[in-house]
Each structure stands twice: as structure tokens, then as C-alpha cells.
């Protein structure tokens, strides 16, 4: 669809809090565009940016929401058939749009299609890509799950002819089950990795791979697709491409590869190498993992035609993201991270990152079982294997429990028991209080401590950071 956007002054954005519809909003502020919104949860720190930003948003959803009649209403993702705005809306026949599709007409529409796909990595490699682009001075476009600390927002509509996008292959709206990543107007697709994720619309493998093919059918001829040949499905679906496919990998044989990976104080060294020469790179981000997503924003970065040392001094400048491994508190030798880490092999690259960076510290795995798809049993083996990688382990309270039927749901005490025959000291402590207590006042001095959860796990890292100040002091350092 080809928004008529000459008639559109006034968009109303049902679900505005957010974060992904709360930055959609600014954006649209910032073009000129009349924008009010709607939510049942306006909390900070969203409810305070679209206050700054003059964004007027009703505290709870009513018809009366929609009056006067905007031009276009935007339905969040989490919003479903019942709700009475919803309603109201297509009662009144008012015209409605998901967010891709009005992230697709009002921005990515008219630019350089960059699209980042995968399992695992997304955020990163899109924070990574849009700052080396800004870095060379491109000034990007991007749309990103997270915030990466050199721009300290989310999205920007940009000034340059790139637009980057996190390409999520989850379902599109209520109205829309086909994945995000379809609406965007690909040019350019990294593909970093396939795994089964979100059980909760995804039935097996096969269906997420026949997203993959759709998206990978629909990038023109003058595009490019960035494939990770250490991913076996990916090899698989990028074998034959209608644009041109350039590939990347840790273990050789590929157009962009990586040499000489060794952890850092501060990150990962390695020999970055391509068809155009060699540059040594200082990555400050742990983990082998996160050389890979560097390979493919090296790739891309090259096609836009940078430098191997524009791509390296930009590397070396990059903040990371928050909730990407985020350094909460460092003090007495004790540190304390934020990782958005839930899929198995998220958990597992996070804590063999953490314990490469932090050689012979014990580390506590503090995960709290969330998403729609680690609630439930389909990981229940692949949990303890992955968690096992800390010494230390901690499962907080499973993520509304009750709406998952008990013989689907993940067993939290088989799980404890799998941990422990595999070595680790595991324990579950649903109450969020007695678990922040616990670490803090068990903590000691070359601890690392890493707390993962797709979602806000109670406000513990908070928590815990109080308790580790108010016992060891202020933290020296943070980022």
C-alpha cells in the first residue's frame, strides 16, 4: 500500500508506549505530522520522551480517543480484536496501517533498504552498521530494537540515502501474520542466523525458513545478501539469490572472514579481512559472536563503498547498545551486566563471552524465563546446556505461568535439578526482593554477575545495583 501522505496530517497511534511505536511516533513528530497516541501502560522513560516531544497520549483506550477523526490510525502489535479503540476504529472505517507498514511508507520508502535479520544479533549488528555509517559521515536513517549509546535513541529518520532496519520475523499485527521484515523494502539483507524462536506463532523450523525465502524473494536484482556461511540454514537458503550474495565466517572460506580472534580487557581483537586487504580491528564487545555481526556491517560497509580503515575506526568508536551486555556496576572486583540474552544460544554466547573477558571470575547466570518461547518446555534441555556456562545460576519467576498450560509450560524445578547434575549451584527465587538480597549479600570480590531476560525481570537489575552500592560502595564505572 502507497500512502497518500499529501492527505495525512494527523496520525494516532493506538499502543504508542511502546518502544518501537513510542520511537515510530517521534519520528513522525519530527517530520511534521500531527501525532497523538493512546496506551494502557504510560510509564517512564517513554511516557517522558513523548511528553518532551509534545506527543499528547490518553492514558487508557476509549473510542473517544479517535475523536476527532485522525487521518490514519497505526495499530501497535500488541493490541488484538476486542479492544475498544480497535474497535471503534474499524467500525468508523477509519484507515489503519501496522507499524512496518508506516515505517515502510513514511521513511524507508525512497532509500537504500538495509535490512538485519536473524535470531540472534539483530540489535547489535544494526547499532554497529548505523554508527559506522554515521561514523564515515552517511548519516543514516534506522529503525532498532534497542538504543545503541552513540545516537542514545532508537531511531532516527536520517538525512542520507541508507535506512537501517532491525528485520524482526515475528508476525506484523492482528490483521497481518506475515513477519515485519516483509514490509521493508529490502535492498540489502544480512542474514545472520536461523534457529526455531517464537513458538508462540511459529509451529516448527519450516515455517520461520519459508519467512526467510519469502523475504530473501523479494530484494531486487541490484540488491545484496550478506550470508553467514557457519550458519548451516543459511547456506542453505542464500544458495541460490536473485542479487548478487557476498558471505562471511569465523572458520575461513568465505568473502569476509575473521583471523586472530583473541578477548580483550575491553572487548575482541581480530584480523578483519576481505577482498579489498586486511586490517586489524579493535571490537569493543565480547565474544566471538559479536566478530561475526561485525563481519557482516563490514560487508555491507564496503558495498557502500568505506574503507577498511573507516570500517576499523569506527568499530573501535562503537558504545554497544544498552541491555546488550551492559555494564551496570563495576566495583571491589565486582561486576554486574544487562543482557537481553533469552533464546539457549543467546545464553550461551553471552556467558562464554563474559568468561573469555573475565578470565578465572566466578559467574552468576541470573536468567529469568520470559519470552513465548523459553516459557515453555520446547527448551527445557537446551536451557540447562546453555545456563550451565555459569557457575552460579538463578531462575526467577516464570513469566505468567498461568497462561500457559501446565503440561506446555517449562519445568522449573527439572530444570534446577538438570543444572546441578551438570555442576552449576542452581536454585530458583521467584521473589525478585529475596533474589537481589541474596546475590548482593553472597557477592564477592572477582564476581561477574549477569542478569538476562527479555523484559524488565521486576526492576532486579535496580535492585540489585542498590544493594551492591549500599555493601561495596559506588560503582567505579559503568557503560
Same mark, same amino acid.
Given at each position: 500500500?502507497?500512502?497518500?501522505?499529501?492527505? !495525512?496530517?494527523?496520525?494516532?497511534?493506538?499502543? !504508542?508506549?511502546?518502544?518501537?511505536?513510542?520511537?515510530? $511516533?517521534?519520528?513522525? +513528530?519530527?517530520?511534521?505530522?500531527?501525532?497523538?497516541?493512546?496506551?494502557?501502560?504510560?510509564? @517512564? @522513560?517513554?511516557?517522558?520522551?513523548?511528553?518532551?516531544?509534545?506527543?499528547? /497520549?490518553?492514558?487508557?483506550?476509549?473510542?473517544?480517543?479517535?475523536? @476527532?477523526?485522525?487521518?490514519?490510525?497505526?495499530?501497535?502489535?500488541?493490541?488484538?480484536?476486542?479492544? &475498544? &479503540?480497535?474497535?471503534?476504529?474499524?467500525?468508523?472505517?477509519?484507515?489503519?496501517?501496522?507499524?512496518?507498514?508506516?515505517?515502510?511508507? %513514511? %521513511? !524507508?520508502?525512497?532509500?537504500?533498504?538495509? /535490512?538485519?535479520?536473524?535470531?540472534?544479533?539483530?540489535?547489535?549488528?544494526?547499532?554497529?552498521?548505523?554508527?559506522?555509517?554515521?561514523?564515515?559521515?552517511?548519516?543514516?536513517?534506522?529503525?532498532?530494537?534497542?538504543?545503541?549509546?552513540?545516537?542514545?535513541?532508537?531511531?532516527?529518520?536520517?538525512?542520507?540515502?541508507?535506512?537501517? =532496519?532491525?528485520?524482526?520475523?515475528?508476525?506484523?499485527?492482528?490483521?497481518?501474520?506475515?513477519?515485519?521484515?516483509?514490509?521493508?523494502?529490502?535492498?540489502? /539483507?544480512?542474514?545472520?542466523?536461523?534457529?526455531?524462536?517464537?513458538?508462540?506463532?511459529?509451529?516448527?523450523?519450516? &515455517?520461520? #525458513?519459508? =519467512?526467510?525465502?519469502?523475504?530473501?524473494?523479494?530484494?531486487?536484482?541490484?540488491?545484496?545478501?550478506?550470508?553467514?556461511?557457519?550458519?548451516?540454514?543459511?547456506?542453505?537458503?542464500?544458495?541460490?539469490?536473485?542479487?548478487?550474495?557476498?558471505?562471511?565466517?569465523? *572458520?575461513?572460506?568465505?568473502?569476509?572472514?575473521?583471523?586472530?580472534?583473541?578477548?580483550?580487557?575491553?572487548?575482541?581483537?581480530?584480523?578483519?579481512?576481505?577482498?579489498?586487504?586486511?586490517?586489524?580491528? #579493535?571490537?569493543?564487545?565480547?565474544?566471538?559472536?559479536?566478530? *561475526?555481526?561485525?563481519?557482516?556491517?563490514? $560487508?555491507?560497509?564496503?558495498?557502500?563503498?568505506?574503507?577498511?580503515?573507516?570500517?576499523?575506526?569506527?568499530?573501535?568508536?562503537?558504545?554497544?547498545?544498552?541491555?546488550?551486555?551492559?555494564?551496570?556496576?563495576?566495583?571491589?572486583?565486582?561486576?554486574?551486566?544487562?543482557?537481553?540474552?533469552?533464546?539457549?544460544?543467546?545464553?550461551?554466547?553471552?556467558?562464554?563471552?563474559?568468561?573469555?573477558?573475565?578470565?578465572?571470575?566466578?559467574?552468576?547466570?541470573?536468567?529469568?524465563?520470559?519470552?513465548?518461547?523459553?516459557?515453555?518446555?520446547?527448551?527445557?534441555?537446551?536451557?540447562?546446556? $546453555?545456563?550451565?556456562?555459569?557457575?552460579?545460576?538463578?531462575?526467577?519467576?516464570?513469566?505468567?505461568?498461568? +497462561?500457559?498450560?501446565?503440561?506446555?509450560?517449562?519445568?522449573?524445578?527439572?530444570?534446577?535439578?538438570?543444572?546441578?547434575?551438570?555442576?552449576?549451584?542452581? &536454585?530458583?527465587?521467584?521473589?525478585?526482593?529475596?533474589?537481589?538480597?541474596?546475590?548482593?549479600?553472597?557477592?564477592?570480590?572477582?564476581? /561477574?554477575?549477569?542478569?538476562?531476560?527479555?523484559?524488565? %525481570?521486576?526492576?532486579?537489575?535496580?535492585?540489585?545495583?542498590?544493594?551492591?552500592?549500599?555493601?561495596?560502595?559506588?560503582?567505579?564505572? $559503568?557503560?
Amino acid at each position: 500500500m502507497l500512502l497518500p501522505s499529501a492527505d !495525512i496530517r494527523h496520525l494516532h497511534l493506538i499502543g !504508542i508506549c511502546g518502544t518501537a511505536m513510542g520511537a515510530l $511516533a517521534v519520528l513522525l +513528530k519530527e517530520r511534521g505530522f500531527r501525532v497523538t497516541g493512546s496506551d494502557n501502560a504510560v510509564y @517512564p @522513560p517513554m511516557s517522558e520522551v513523548l511528553r518532551d516531544h509534545e506527543i499528547r /497520549v490518553a492514558p487508557a483506550y476509549s473510542p473517544d480517543n479517535i475523536t @476527532p477523526r485522525p487521518d490514519l490510525v497505526v495499530i501497535g502489535n500488541a493490541l488484538s480484536r476486542g479492544n &475498544e &479503540e480497535v474497535e471503534a476504529v474499524l467500525e468508523r472505517k477509519i484507515p489503519f496501517v501496522s507499524l512496518p507498514e508506516a515505517l515502510r511508507e %513514511f %521513511f !524507508i520508502r525512497g532509500s537504500t533498504s538495509i /535490512v538485519v535479520t536473524g535470531t540472534h544479533g539483530k540489535t547489535t549488528t544494526s547499532s554497529l552498521l548505523a554508527w559506522i555509517l554515521d561514523f564515515a559521515g552517511l548519516q543514516p536513517g534506522f529503525m532498532i530494537g534497542g538504543v545503541p549509546a552513540n545516537f542514545g535513541v532508537g531511531a532516527r529518520k536520517g538525512s542520507g540515502r541508507f535506512f537501517v =532496519s532491525e528485520g524482526d520475523e515475528y508476525d506484523t499485527a492482528f490483521f497481518d501474520k506475515r513477519s515485519k521484515f516483509l514490509h521493508y523494502l529490502p535492498d540489502i /539483507v544480512i542474514v545472520n542466523n536461523i534457529e526455531f524462536d517464537h513458538a508462540d506463532i511459529f509451529r516448527d523450523i519450516g &515455517e520461520i #525458513e519459508l =519467512s526467510f525465502r519469502r523475504l530473501l524473494n523479494i530484494i531486487p536484482r541490484n540488491g545484496l545478501v550478506v550470508a553467514n556461511r557457519d550458519d548451516s540454514r543459511v547456506v542453505r537458503l542464500t544458495e541460490h539469490t536473485w542479487p548478487p550474495k557476498v558471505t562471511f565466517s569465523l *572458520s575461513g572460506d568465505a568473502n569476509w572472514q575473521a583471523r586472530n580472534v583473541c578477548g580483550t580487557a575491553c572487548g575482541t581483537a581480530f584480523d578483519l579481512v576481505g577482498p579489498f586487504g586486511q586490517v586489524t580491528c #579493535e571490537l569493543p564487545l565480547f565474544g566471538r559472536h559479536n566478530v *561475526s555481526n561485525a563481519l557482516a556491517v563490514a $560487508a555491507v560497509c564496503a558495498h557502500a563503498g568505506m574503507s577498511l580503515e573507516q570500517i576499523r575506526d569506527g568499530m573501535r568508536s562503537f558504545k554497544g547498545v544498552r541491555r546488550r551486555l551492559e555494564k551496570l556496576y563495576d566495583a571491589h572486583e565486582i561486576v554486574l551486566y544487562d543482557d537481553f540474552a533469552h533464546h539457549p544460544t543467546a545464553i550461551t554466547e553471552t556467558l562464554r563471552g563474559v568468561k573469555a573477558a573475565h578470565h578465572g571470575s566466578r559467574v552468576w547466570a541470573i536468567f529469568e524465563p520470559r519470552s513465548n518461547t523459553t516459557v515453555r518446555r520446547f527448551f527445557q534441555t537446551e536451557l540447562a546446556d $546453555a545456563l550451565a556456562h555459569g557457575d552460579v545460576v538463578r531462575l526467577g519467576a516464570l513469566h505468567r505461568n498461568d +497462561k500457559i498450560p501446565e503440561s506446555e509450560r517449562l519445568d522449573i524445578a527439572r530444570l534446577v535439578s538438570d543444572l546441578r547434575e551438570r555442576g552449576a549451584d542452581a &536454585e530458583s527465587v521467584p521473589d525478585v526482593s529475596r533474589l537481589s538480597e541474596e546475590i548482593a549479600s553472597h557477592a564477592r570480590a572477582g564476581d /561477574v554477575i549477569v542478569v538476562m531476560s527479555n523484559g524488565g %525481570f521486576g526492576g532486579l537489575t535496580g535492585l540489585l545495583r542498590d544493594a551492591l552500592e549500599k555493601r561495596f560502595g559506588a560503582s567505579e564505572s $559503568a557503560t
